[in-house]
């Protein structure tokens, strides 16, 4: 069976006003500029204020994103939007439905995808697929996060890393003389045995089981970090291997590492794993700290506003999350404006 090409085709990028400095968090939390920046390579991070959702930083980037294509915020403007999040409005009903309303998109197909980190990689994924399978002709795929609202204030180690944000791209079924934007290849991956290296004990269906009362830190995001670490350098550098073997390219090919915004550490070290200088590999997380899902569209967002990406580049995504979940995804950079 004939499968359609993929192309992106618009990018767009929300940062919400409020910039969290690692010197406001010293304020509060046994901690120091110099812990945070020698650990991480974070300076700052934006939080939502009071009041505002993951829903409502979803809306603007995905505004931004459909202006960028040239497209207005109307009916038929997309057929499908997938929204990747790991701080939902609600726990139910999904976030996206909502989103794509308030976008006056339509009665369309909207859904939530729940990767944590690698999230905006899972919806690439799937919104290629709607239109390569020729359900859908252009899709708008979102990331967004307000992780503020489930660190626990007391955290000294997950206040630090996460940020909020949300950033948006539009893929359009391609034509057989597209040559660049191009979605070449994606590899996904998880393993379950990790799923307590990153996770939210409470609020699901899990906790029903318990017969203590619901404890209030159960809410809250918790990770273990350090065992994190090894698993995002090993998983982020095997699944970008598979994409350049299965597309043939070598690493002096590769224009662009736009790897999740985790900790530049991680970033660098996948980048030595794979054989790409240092350099090559797009960092914005001094600015934004690690906004999960949101995190490789908001890279890739500033590195195209900066002139980085320029069209025909070789863009090599990777990410890594909790679940856990991994990807990498190649495409080669389109001739657009980002918003
Ligand atoms: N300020 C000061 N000290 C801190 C701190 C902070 N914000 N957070 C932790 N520490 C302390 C720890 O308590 C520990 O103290 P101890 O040695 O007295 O026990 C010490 O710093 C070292 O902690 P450790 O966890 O070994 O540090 P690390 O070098 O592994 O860095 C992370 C910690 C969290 C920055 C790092 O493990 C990391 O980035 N992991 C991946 C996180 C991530 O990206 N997760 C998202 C999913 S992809």
Same mark, same amino acid.
Request: negative net charge.
């Given at each position: ?33 110099? %812990? ?9 991070? /934006? ?5 505002? *959702? ?8 995905? /505004? ?55 999230? +905006?990689?899972?919806?690439? *994924? ?7 399978? @020729? ?5 708008l795929v979102i990331g967004a996060e307000t992780y503020s609202t489930i660190l626990n204030p007391a955290d ?7 940020? =909020? ?14 040559? =660049? ?33 619901? =404890?209030?830190?159960?809410?809250? +995001? ?6 994190? +670490? ?14 350049? =073997?299965?597309?043939?390219?070598? *690493?002096?090919?590769?224009? %662009?590492?736009? @790897? /999740? ?31 999960? *899902? ?25 990410? +890594? ?11 080669? %950079? ?6």
């Amino acid at each position: 069976m004939p499968t359609t090409p993929v192309a992106l085709v618009g990018l767009g990028s929300y940062l919400p006003p409020q910039r969290i400095t690692n010197e406001a968090l010293c304020e509060r939390l046994d901690t120091t500029d110099e %812990w945070i920046t020698t650990r991480t390579g974070i300076r700052s991070r /934006h939080w939502a204020g009071p009041g505002v *959702a993951t829903g409502d930083l979803a809306v603007e980037a995905g /505004h931004r994103a459909l202006k960028s294509a040239g497209l207005e915020a109307e009916p038929g403007a997309v057929d499908i939007v997938v929204l990747a999040t790991t701080t939902p409005d609600n726990p139910c009903p999904a976030t996206c439905p909502d989103v794509a309303a308030r976008l006056g998109l339509g009665p369309i197909a909207a859904y939530d995808i729940a990767a944590v980190c690698s999230g +905006f990689l899972y919806a690439l *994924a799937a919104a290629s697929a709607h239109i390569t399978a @020729g359900q859908a002709r252009r899709a708008l795929v979102i990331g967004a996060e307000t992780y503020s609202t489930i660190l626990n204030p007391a955290d000294r180690t997950t206040n630090v890393i996460f940020g =909020d944000g949300a950033g948006a791209v539009v893929l359009s079924a391609a034509s057989d003389d597209t040559e =660049d934007g191009l979605v070449l290849d994606i590899d996904l991956g998880s393993d379950g045995t990790g799923r307590d290296l990153i996770t939210i004990p409470g609020g699901g269906s899990r906790q029903r089981a318990t017969t203590s009362a619901p =404890d209030a830190d159960d809410r809250y +995001f918790t990770m273990q970090g350090k065992q994190v +670490f090894t698993q995002a350098v090993n998983r982020m550098t095997e699944s970008s291997q598979t994409v350049l =073997d299965r597309l043939g390219w070598t *690493a002096d090919q590769v224009d %662009w590492l736009v @790897g /999740h915004q985790a900790n530049v550490r991680i970033l660098n070290s996948v980048a030595r794993g794979l054989g790409i200088p240092a350099e090559r590999a797009v960092i914005n997380l001094d600015r934004v700290g690690n906004t999960s *899902a949101a995190s490789i569209p908001l890279a890739l967002a500033d590195a195209a506003a900066k002139g980085s990406l320029t069209p025909g580049a070789r863009v090599l995504l990777t990410a +890594f999350g909790g679940g856990l979940t991994w990807g990498a995804a190649a495409l080669t %950079w389109p001739d657009i404006v980002p918003v």
